[in-house]
């Protein structure tokens, strides 16, 4: 779960508390956005 504490608003910094993990917030947000996308994508129905 993703606690809004690691993220430093003022410095635009994500810093995970259980593993010490450091980057830059929008960074971080986009790279979870593509990946919730992908899950998404991947439950969709392709016919064959």
Known sequence: MVEK????R???LYCC???G?????????AINM???GEDYL???H???
């Open 46 to 48: 392709k016919p064959f």
């Open 17 to 19: 508390k259980n593993c």
């Open 10 to 12: 003022k410095e635009h």
């Open 34 to 36: 593509f990946q919730r």
């Open 21 to 29: 993990y450091r980057s830059n917030d929008d960074r971080v947000g």
């Open 5 to 8: 504490s690691n993220r430093n």
């Open 42 to 44: 991947k439950t969709l």
